[in-house]
């Protein structure tokens, strides 16, 4: 399921979210988000199984944020 938040959300909103391998956009935020979106969800056990990127918006500090399930190997 796809998810998209407006705001950073703490570890007790996040990690039922992980735990079923939503894919999540955190959008309008600042691009320094991301750095700290990857922490945290290294810090909850997820690391290895996603991956997040930014794309930052032109013309301004913003980014729109994807944590999104890294593809199992068959």
Do not use: C
Request: charged residues 25%.
């Amino acid at each position: 399921m796809t998810r998209t938040f407006i705001m950073p959300v703490n570890d007790k909103e996040l990690k039922p979210r992980l735990g079923a391998r939503d894919t999540l956009f955190f959008v309008g935020q600042p691009q320094a988000l991301e750095e700290e979106l990857r922490h945290q969800v290294e810090r909850l056990g997820f690391g290895p199984l996603y991956a997040v990127t930014a794309t930052r918006w032109a013309h301004s500090d913003a980014a729109t944020i994807r944590v999104e399930p890294v593809s199992s190997m068959p």
